[in-house]
């Protein structure tokens, strides 16, 4: 256990308001990560494909250009995050609302335990102890408080993550989210913290941007599906109106969107203007 102001209590967690008493770990010592940078990752509870992709892609970048990925194991973006980060060989660490005892939900359990085979589950309450909607919302700000930016690629409106955002903003950390669809409800969470005044987020190069991390020093993004391979094959090969990608891969129309905004994301392909695409 580790008691606020102690020696080895995290310093960044020292300064922010109503920083935890204590702090319960399992797996890697906070100290073996907290001198790295450090992204917090959190988003709605019902994740929809292009939320799933989006935490992947840039999960998946950051963690392989050494950023540490902090995320509250909950369902959606959160274990979304933890996933990616662990199938790109990178450090994640948890932040629960319970004790170390009881990971919740359920469901995330299996996910827990292949955190802590290399990086680490945090919480400031015992073990034995019962978990309420309140504990939540202040698990929240020592996810914040850990990192250095806080990322949100999809939130609805009334999501928790936007607590998470609030926390960010008191503590004086720069909160970043990921524009989508306006008519998508998961997204209204995201496209209202930009238009208050977070940072768009398009590609990893962004958050690396704002670590003051080279771009150069990450590798560059691959195709991940076999519609992305297809599509950037027609526009490459000259295709650029979406109407006639469409035509000639047979891809419906919500999966060749969202295959068009990942590429797009990747930095492979960049529009054109009247619906057409071009090859970077």
């Given at each position: 256990?580790?008691?606020?102001?102690?020696?080895?209590?995290?310093?960044?967690?020292?300064?922010?308001?109503?920083?935890?008493?204590?702090?319960?770990?399992?797996?890697?010592?906070?100290?073996?990560?907290?001198?790295?940078?450090?992204?917090?990752?959190?988003?709605?509870?019902?994740?929809?494909?292009?939320?799933?992709?989006?935490?992947?892609?840039?999960?998946?970048?950051?963690?392989?250009?050494?950023?540490?990925?902090?995320?509250?194991?909950?369902?959606?973006?959160?274990?979304?995050?933890?996933?990616?980060?662990?199938?790109?060989?990178?450090?994640?660490v948890a932040v629960l609302?319970?004790?170390?005892?009881?990971?919740?939900?359920?469901?995330?359990?299996?996910?827990?335990?292949?955190?802590?085979?290399?990086?680490?589950?945090?919480?400031?309450?015992?073990?034995?102890?019962?978990?309420?909607?309140?504990?939540?919302?202040?698990?929240?700000?020592?996810?914040?408080?850990?990192?250095?930016?806080?990322?949100?690629?999809?939130?609805?409106l009334k999501s928790g993550?936007?607590?998470?955002?609030?926390?960010?903003?008191?503590?004086?950390?720069?909160?970043?989210?990921?524009?989508?669809?306006?008519?998508?409800?998961?997204?209204?969470?995201?496209?209202?913290?930009?238009?208050?005044?977070?940072?768009?987020?398009?590609?990893?190069?962004?958050?690396?941007?704002?670590?003051?991390?080279?771009?150069?020093?990450?590798?560059?993004?691959?195709?991940?599906?076999?519609?992305?391979?297809?599509?950037?094959?027609?526009?490459?090969?000259?295709?650029?109106?979406?109407?006639?990608?469409?035509?000639?891969?047979?891809?419906?129309?919500?999966?060749?969107?969202?295959?068009?905004?990942?590429?797009?994301?990747?930095?492979?392909?960049?529009?054109?203007?009247?619906?057409?695409?071009?090859?970077?």
């Amino acid at each position: 256990m580790l008691k606020l102001g102690g020696r080895d209590f995290p310093e960044i967690l020292n300064t922010i308001p109503y920083p935890p008493k204590q702090l319960y770990w399992s797996g890697q010592p906070p100290a073996a990560w907290l001198d790295k940078p450090k992204v917090a990752v959190v988003g709605g509870r019902k994740i929809t494909p292009y939320g799933k992709a989006v935490t992947e892609r840039l999960v998946s970048d950051l963690a392989r250009a050494g950023v540490v990925i902090i995320s509250g194991l909950a369902f959606g973006v959160d274990v979304t995050a933890h996933n990616s980060a662990l199938a790109a060989n990178g450090l994640t660490v948890a932040v629960l609302a319970s004790g170390l005892d009881n990971i919740t939900p359920r469901s995330n359990y299996q996910t827990g335990q292949r955190i802590l085979q290399t990086g680490t589950l945090i919480s400031e309450r015992p073990a034995g102890s019962l978990v309420n909607r309140g504990l939540f919302v202040m698990r929240n700000r020592i996810i914040s408080g850990l990192a250095d930016i806080v990322l949100i690629p999809e939130a609805g409106l009334k999501s928790g993550s936007l607590h998470t955002a609030r926390f960010a903003l008191e503590q004086g950390k720069t909160v970043m989210a990921v524009p989508g669809n306006i008519t998508s409800p998961m997204s209204e969470g995201c496209n209202n913290l930009i238009k208050s005044g977070a940072v768009p987020v398009t590609s990893a190069d962004d958050i690396l941007f704002a670590l003051n991390i080279k771009a150069a020093d990450k590798p560059q993004p691959v195709l991940v599906s076999e519609d992305e391979k297809r599509i950037y094959t027609y526009i490459k090969d000259g295709l650029s109106s979406q109407d006639e990608i469409a035509a000639a891969s047979r891809i419906a129309g919500p999966q060749l969107a969202s295959a068009l905004t990942m590429l797009e994301i990747a930095g492979h392909i960049r529009p054109a203007g009247g619906g057409n695409w071009v090859a970077s």
